[in-house]
């Protein structure tokens, strides 16, 4: 029998019997390899997300509503429109704390409608983030004059405005000349 040679503690020659590789061993071994390998290739891969949305910047891909808790029946904030930018924090269970970036409103939204993609062109036309969250139309004009369905405001200049709060509305168009609905 063959023995190989090790240093106990105290620094002293220790003779044991060296581990001999026998035929059997050997088969048993080549076995446990090859199950292994077909367990690794035989079970499903659980692919990442390729994508992470936490502690990031991100963006909405439809019109969400911003809750105060993460839960579908939780108090609406704000509404957010397609392509608002929002700043991630942690995202658990189908849901993301984030802040608006353009009013700096914490909450909640939903992940599954979140993206990193950075959207090409507002999908609504021309338009705002209001201090609420809530895009706005831009002010308009119409051929006829007639105040188009929505607006809140004729405003000095000849356009007409979509605003939802009486503060700022047409205060790049000269102003206010007439309130359209109270």
């Not at 390899?33 to 936490?54: G, R, T």
Request: hydrophobic share 35%.
């Amino acid at each position: 029998m063959n023995h190989s040679s090790a240093r106990c503690s105290l620094g002293q020659d220790v003779r044991r019997p060296a581990r001999e590789i026998t035929d059997g061993s050997l088969m048993r071994r080549s076995a446990l390899l090859l199950a292994l390998s077909a367990s690794f290739a035989l079970s499903p891969l659980h692919a990442q997300k390729p994508e992470s949305l936490q502690d990031t910047l991100a963006y909405t891909t439809t019109t969400l509503k911003l809750r105060d808790h993460p839960f579908m029946t939780a108090q609406v904030l704000a509404i957010l429109a397609p392509g608002t930018q929002v700043r991630t924090y942690t995202c658990t269970q189908g849901w993301c704390s984030v802040t608006v970036l353009v009013n700096r409103r914490a909450g909640y939204l939903a992940s599954e409608f979140l993206t990193l993609a950075s959207p090409a062109v507002h999908p609504q036309g021309r338009g705002y983030i209001n201090s609420r969250g809530v895009w706005v139309p831009s002010p308009q004009r119409t051929p006829d004059n007639q105040p188009p369905p929505g607006a809140t405001a004729h405003c000095r200049d000849g356009t007409y405005s979509f605003s939802q709060s009486r503060r700022g509305t047409c205060s790049h168009h000269g102003g206010v000349a007439e309130w359209l609905s109270p």
